[in-house]
């Protein structure tokens, strides 16, 4: 960048940098779909765990390693918005990105792409820590602290 840079191009970059995806590869079962053949709407939902689990897996966050470190962590929040419908038999990509917060949360970002590279839908999840007694845990675990240091995002 060249000395002229505004403060929120650097944290633009900043944020560029520290970003973590995943990309998933699933097919639309025939389950999944409704009687005119298209995505029924809450399945979309299923897809967004589907990235999620996907993501563990490849950065090392597996809902194993949180339940092994003591914690759940439940969904306070779901968004989802649809563009085109996904059809039985298709094959479409994931990308979920996780979204760096300094809250104690886990927060993804999700865009669900056809074999076309049409964007068919976006959505967010928002997660939040409980410890083995339930309660809600308003500082980054340290386990998860660890992780997120160990991938650059602190």
């Known amino acids: ?10 944290m633009n970059l900043k944020k560029e940098m520290n ?15 409704d009687p005119l053949g298209i995505v029924w709407h809450g ?16 950065h090392g966050l597996t809902y194993l390693d949180i339940q092994k470190a003591g914690y759940v962590t439940p969904i306070v929040k779901s968004t989802c918005e649809h563009f085109l419908p996904l059809k039985y038999g298709e094959t479409f990509r994931i990308v979920t990105t996780f979204v760096n917060s300094v809250s104690a949360k886990l927060i993804y970002r999700y865009e669900l792409f056809n074999t076309e590279n049409q964007l068919v839908c976006t959505g967010e999840t928002i997660q939040v820590f409980l410890d083995a007694d339930g309660n809600l845990c308003l500082y980054n675990p340290e386990f998860f602290q ?9």
Do not use: P, Q
């Open 1 to 10: 960048m060249n000395g002229n840079s505004t403060g929120s191009e650097l």
């Open 19 to 33: 970003t973590l995806s995943c990309t998933e590869e699933v097919r639309v079962r025939f389950n999944e779909t």
């Open 43 to 58: 399945h979309y939902i299923v897809y967004f765990e589907d990235g999620r689990e996907a993501f563990g897996r490849e």
């Open 146 to 154: 660890a992780w997120k240091d160990r991938m650059g995002l602190s």
